[in-house]
């Protein structure tokens, strides 16, 4: 039997003054969608800039997208109909680049604006690629491998026209793994005649896939963690971090996060609840359980939490690493952290954004905080059209010298136009997709 959290951490007892919510109330941004979200994101930047109104216009409509029907046989004999999408929503800057979700609530809404974080996304790390994404409505913990497997291959043979290394390249995201990369990638090469890898990067080492893909999205965090905390003149060792989800992106941020940069980990939570210990989690620890028995919740010797209590904790650097908008105008007066670094993609809403700023809260957006793993995936693409494989070692230092400029950039825009930084990165971002645009002779 666990015991309840002691009220001195308890986020439901916070000694906290109260706070000016201006426009953030309970009814405000959290009827919003993903993509009105992004919209809104792009628009602030727009206008503090003054971009032309054509290229805005342009940049907020996806340039093409797939909507895809794929019969798939279940073990049991009888033929299930899923749904699935592929959207492309920008490539002036080069091939569109983006991972594909599967999840039951997937909607086309949701893929589009994850497409056009990409967009920007793949700009802020300056690396020559442009937006894409795609998601497939499922459960994956409720289909054998089998049936993933068939529905990887369907989801190829319908999307794949649009896909390859020179259009449309997709990885792992949400509940998607390097196997069913490795199963997409199969597909894809009988359909060409020829083994034709790179469609997909987040493969197996095995079947073209980089070293270093794995931990790269947690990695490219806690190098953004670290120049954050540089900027602020904070001392991490010993500092505590609280982590939001408990997939391939939080799991490594716990252990990376300890590692390479000294924290202790007090809670860490996944879909079924969270887990807390003052004295810090252990990650190989916590890993061995979640893999025996499905969550991390009941992990011996730690405290359960819930996943909005987690959120408000009073810890250093609080990572969100599951799903869009779990920061919105519900919590983001409670929220405590000193630094929240964005591992998931559109964790925090606009107006929650906002509140957190008027806080002091620094904040690490997606588009620069998870960017490790498509800026991983590119050295995947070039390492895969080269055939020349590089050592884990130098996908690090490459990483290292990408985030560390991206973040160099971000923090400049802010502070030369005196915004928050995820309005900075979205100017950094624009600016290098309109220059593209302009070159091409679109606008
Ligand atoms: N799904 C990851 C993201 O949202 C990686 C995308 C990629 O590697 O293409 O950034």
Excluded at 20 to 47: I, K, V, Y
Excluded at 245 to 273: C, T
Excluded at 381 to 398: D, F, K, P
Excluded at 407 to 434: C, P, Q, S, Y
Aim: glycine share 10%.
């Amino acid at each position: 039997m666990q015991e309840s959290i002691p009220p001195e951490t308890s986020p439901s007892n916070p000694a906290q003054e109260p706070f000016d919510l201006g426009s953030c109330t309970l009814d405000s941004g959290d009827h919003d969608t993903p993509f009105s979200n992004a919209l809104r994101q792009l628009d602030e930047a727009a206008a503090v800039i003054g971009l032309d109104p054509a290229v805005l216009e342009l940049l907020r409509w996806p340039m093409r997208e797939l909507h895809v029907t794929m019969p798939v046989r279940m073990d049991d004999g009888k033929t299930r109909i899923f749904h699935g999408f592929r959207v492309q929503y920008n490539d002036a800057r080069g091939p569109n680049k983006g991972g594909i979700r599967f999840h039951p609530e997937e909607t086309i809404d949701t893929v589009r604006a994850l497409a056009a974080w990409m967009t920007w996304k793949t700009a802020v790390l300056d690396i020559p690629l442009g937006g894409g994404k795609g998601g497939v409505v499922c459960d994956p913990k409720s289909m054998s491998t089998g049936e993933l497997e068939r529905l990887s291959r369907s989801y190829i043979r319908q999307v794949g026209r649009i896909l390859g290394i020179e259009k449309d390249v997709p990885a792992p995201d949400v509940y998607t793994t390097p196997q069913i990369m490795a199963w997409m990638a199969d597909e894809y090469s009988f359909m060409q005649g020829y083994n034709d890898f790179g469609v997909t990067t987040g493969k197996p080492v095995a079947i073209g896939g980089s070293l270093g893909r794995g931990d790269a999205t947690a990695r490219g965090g806690i190098i953004c963690i670290r120049e954050a905390a540089r900027t602020l003149g904070i001392d991490l060792h010993g500092a505590t971090a609280a982590i939001n989800g408990y997939g391939n992106a939080g799991s490594f941020a716990h252990k990376l996060s300890v590692e390479l940069l000294g924290m202790k980990v007090v809670a860490v939570s996944d879909s079924r609840g969270g887990i807390f210990n003052a004295d810090g989690l252990d990650h190989a620890a916590v890993t061995e359980y979640k893999q025996r028995t499905g969550s991390v919740t009941g992990f011996p010797g730690s405290k359960p939490l819930t996943n909005g209590d987690l959120l408000e904790l009073d810890v250093t650097a609080l990572i969100p690493a599951a799903l869009e908008g779990e920061i919105s105008c519900r919590n983001a007066s409670k929220i405590r952290a000193r630094i929240v670094a964005e591992l998931a993609n559109g964790p925090t809403t606009p107006d929650a954004d906002q509140v957190l700023r008027k806080k002091g809260i620094y904040m690490i957006p997606d588009l620069l905080c998870n960017a490790g793993g498509v800026t991983v995936s590119y050295f995947e693409m070039v390492q895969n059209t080269s055939g020349w494989y590089w050592e884990e070692e130098a996908v690090h230092r490459q990483l290292e010298k990408k985030m560390t400029a991206a973040f160099k950039a971000v923090h400049e825009t802010a502070l030369r136009h005196d915004v928050g930084n995820r309005v900075a990165a979205m100017i950094v971002a624009v600016r290098r997709v309109e220059e593209a645009i302009r070159l091409r002779g679109w606008v």
